[in-house]
């Protein structure tokens, strides 16, 4: 695949900048905030791919087309002449499900692709095999790459946090309800984490900016800059420790209100791993974020790359916002197990 280098180079009528963006999982928590940030910058013509006798609730402002995700033409006339394919995906979704709509956006001619990437630091592989993000971000990378046509960035975001505080005891180990805390070794270990308004501004922000420089002497950002990379970036850099002064913050506790219980993240670990294969699918939530709790940091991805939050703008939050946001979450009822936690209780073999 070539790709000219500079706007210069470009055909009469280029305009150097992303108009119309695709976005698929619009619907879901991560995939709002994103579309609501693309549709406030004013800047692009949104478009929700969702399914045909979908009932999810969209975001206001978006054009919406509505597919059939087994039927690949379907999908393809949906992407015509869209610039910029954004997909949002979870982690269990059917294999094979984003290399199908990969392969219809090459097919379509997308130029430009955001794989459902983004729990997870592309760059340690390491990582992406204990955490069984790994395989199915480079599975989806390969795809894009396989196709010939898109060129991909993958947003580097690390957990998303009022998800993972709100979630209960086996992310990031607060029990609210019991008045329980769940800590990886001494509680200490660093990660960087992200709340869904920061993810949003992040591809906001970065398709705001030109496409392509406009001549070898243009130094100032473009889209290009992060062809085929991570866009990378945070919103905290804290640890288990961190996080629970924030909600004594907060709720105006102390420790002495919680019990505390610690268990060693390797013991953790392998105790989710082997809740999955007895079928218990909250295993793969304890065991992924006991991995991230790793104290070689491997989670911690601010220590190894650069972020570039600067670069892209954004604000510098402030954590106990985000926790009181978390606990509002949790207050009203956000809770997306239902009964699959009360049919599968994890027992704590904490000490």
């Given at each position: 695949?070539?790709?000219?280098?500079?706007?210069?180079?470009?055909?009469?009528?280029?305009?150097?900048?992303?108009?119309?963006?695709?976005?698929?999982?619009?619907?879901?928590?991560?995939?709002?905030?994103?579309t609501d940030a693309l549709v406030a910058a004013g800047k692009h013509t949104v478009t929700v791919l969702t399914r045909e006798d979908s009932q999810n609730e969209l975001p206001s402002g978006v054009n919406v087309a509505?597919?059939?995700?087994?039927?690949?033409?379907?999908?393809?006339?949906?992407?015509?002449?869209?610039?910029?394919?954004?997909?949002?995906?979870?982690?269990?979704?059917?294999?094979?499900?984003?290399?199908?709509?990969?392969?219809?956006?090459?097919?379509?001619?997308?130029?430009?692709?955001?794989?459902?990437?983004?729990?997870?630091?592309?760059?340690?592989?390491?990582?992406?095999?204990?955490?069984?993000?790994?395989?199915?971000?480079?599975?989806?990378?390969?795809?894009?790459?396989?196709?010939?046509?898109?060129?991909?960035?993958?947003?580097?975001?690390?957990?998303?946090?009022?998800?993972?505080?709100?979630?209960?005891?086996?992310?990031?180990?607060?029990?609210?309800?019991?008045?329980?805390?769940?800590?990886?070794?001494?509680?200490?270990?660093?990660?960087?984490?992200?709340?869904?308004?920061?993810?949003?501004?992040?591809?906001?922000?970065?398709?705001?900016?030109?496409?392509?420089?406009?001549?070898?002497?243009?130094?100032?950002?473009?889209?290009?800059?992060?062809?085929?990379?991570?866009?990378?970036?945070?919103?905290?850099?804290?640890?288990?420790?961190?996080i629970l002064d924030s909600v004594n913050r907060v709720k105006g506790l102390t420790d002495a209100d919680w019990q505390i219980q610690r268990e060693p993240s390797k013991v953790r670990y392998q105790r989710g791993l082997?809740?999955?294969?007895?079928?218990?699918?909250?295993?793969?939530?304890?065991?992924?974020?006991?991995?991230?709790?790793?104290?070689?940091?491997?989670?911690?991805?601010?220590?190894?790359?650069?972020?570039?939050?600067?670069?892209?703008?954004?604000?510098?939050?402030?954590?106990?916002?985000?926790?009181?946001?978390?606990?509002?979450?949790?207050?009203?009822?956000?809770?997306?197990?239902?009964?699959?936690?009360?049919?599968?209780?994890?027992?704590?073999?904490?000490?």
């Open positions: 695949m070539s790709t000219p280098s500079y706007a210069k180079d470009q055909p009469a009528g280029f305009t150097n900048r992303i108009e119309r963006v695709a976005i698929v999982g619009a619907g879901g928590k991560i995939g709002k905030p994103i509505r597919v059939n995700y087994e039927n690949e033409e379907s999908v393809i006339a949906a992407l015509r002449g869209q610039q910029f394919l954004i997909i949002v995906m979870a982690a269990t979704a059917p294999p094979g499900s984003q290399e199908k709509l990969i392969a219809a956006a090459a097919k379509a001619g997308v130029p430009w692709v955001m794989p459902s990437a983004y729990g997870s630091d592309i760059y340690n592989e390491s990582l992406g095999k204990d955490t069984m993000l790994g395989p199915g971000i480079k599975s989806s990378i390969k795809a894009v790459e396989d196709g010939g046509v898109s060129s991909w960035i993958a947003l580097t975001c690390g957990t998303w946090f009022e998800f993972s505080l709100a979630m209960g005891p086996w992310w990031f180990g607060i029990d609210f309800a019991n008045k329980k805390v769940e800590q990886c070794d001494d509680g200490n270990t660093l990660i960087n984490t992200s709340t869904w308004e920061q993810c949003g501004r992040a591809i906001a922000s970065l398709l705001s900016l030109k496409e392509l420089p406009d001549d070898e002497e243009d130094k100032s950002p473009s889209i290009s800059r992060w062809r085929n990379r991570a866009l990378t970036i945070s919103s905290f850099q804290i640890s288990q420790r961190d082997d809740l999955l294969k007895s079928g218990n699918r909250l295993g793969f939530a304890l065991a992924l974020y006991a991995r991230i709790f790793y104290p070689d940091g491997g989670a911690n991805h601010e220590a190894t790359q650069a972020l570039d939050n600067e670069i892209l703008g954004l604000p510098k939050e402030d954590l106990d916002e985000a926790t009181r946001r978390a606990i509002g979450m949790v207050d009203t009822g956000f809770n997306q197990l239902g009964d699959y936690a009360a049919k599968y209780p994890i027992e704590s073999n904490s000490s």
